[in-house]
């Protein structure tokens, strides 16, 4: 167990379709970040938030938002689902912004149908 | 534009040392090196780090060139729970993550 908790461990919804997947951070770490990885992309950095602000934006599509709550858990929402979505999304935390110091979760696997 | 090369697969001998290599030709002054790996469909797993010092830790130990073009990521003594992929990553600590993604990395198979 790392200590990053994320749910549920799968999904499996129908195109056009909207979901929430959640992320609860290390005790103590302040930051949060999201990663999609899909096989034929790899691990792509999506978001990060750090204590309830964004901070950085990757490859993240218009149709996905995130938050980070003020309790620190984040939510990634992606809506309008396309086949193309299905995916692992992880989640990382941090306790600042060193990449050494990142935890993933074992991360969501979502499947659009 | 790949910061990084690496082989896409290895096998090693269970017991034997894993000697994992990095290219990064074009790696600037105040970019790290550093080691992930990824145990089938699960989170990445921080390995170890270094900006040009040789570094070791309990996981592994890394060795950088002289010159930063290159580096090797040793598994002293491999063991099935190995099996992964290792991603070598450069970045700097300032970067933005905008522009950071995670290779191919290397598909590293430890058999008995």
């Known amino acids: 167990d790392s200590g990053v908790t994320q749910t549920p461990k799968h999904l499996i919804t129908a195109t056009g379709q909207r979901v929430t997947l959640r992320c609860s951070p290390r005790?103590?770490?302040?930051?949060v970040y999201w990663y999609q990885q899909s096989l034929d992309q790899g691990l792509q950095f999506l978001i990060q938030?750090?204590?309830?602000?964004?901070?950085a934006k990757g490859n993240i599509l218009e149709r996905f938002s995130a938050q980070q709550f003020p309790d620190l858990h984040s939510e990634l929402n992606l809506s309008s689902l396309e086949l193309g979505d299905s995916a692992l999304y992880f989640c990382?935390?941090?306790?600042?912004?060193?990449?050494?110091?990142?935890?993933f979760g074992s991360g969501t696997r979502l499947t659009v149908v | 534009d790949a910061k990084t090369t690496q082989p896409p697969s290895m096998d090693c001998a269970e017991g034997r040392a894993a000697n994992l290599p990095c290219n990064h030709s074009?790696?600037?002054?105040?970019?790290?090196v550093y080691w992930y790996r990824q145990i089938h469909s699960q989170g990445p797993q921080y390995i170890i780090h270094?900006?040009?010092n040789n570094e070791t830790n309990e996981m592994a130990s890394l060795i950088i060139t002289e010159d930063r073009k290159s580096s090797t990521l040793i598994l002293p003594h491999a063991t099935l729970r190995d099996t992964a992929v290792y991603y070598c990553?450069?970045?700097?600590?300032?970067?933005?993550?905008?522009?950071?993604?995670f290779g191919a990395g290397t598909q590293v198979v430890v058999t008995p």
């Open positions: 990382a935390s941090s306790e600042d912004s060193y990449f050494y110091g990142y935890t």
């Open positions: 005790s103590g770490d302040l930051s």
């Open positions: 938030y750090y204590n309830g602000e964004e901070r």
């Open positions: 074009t790696i600037s002054g105040n970019e790290y």
């Open positions: 270094g900006l040009k």
């Open positions: 990553i450069v970045r700097a600590q300032t970067d933005s993550w905008g522009k950071f993604q």
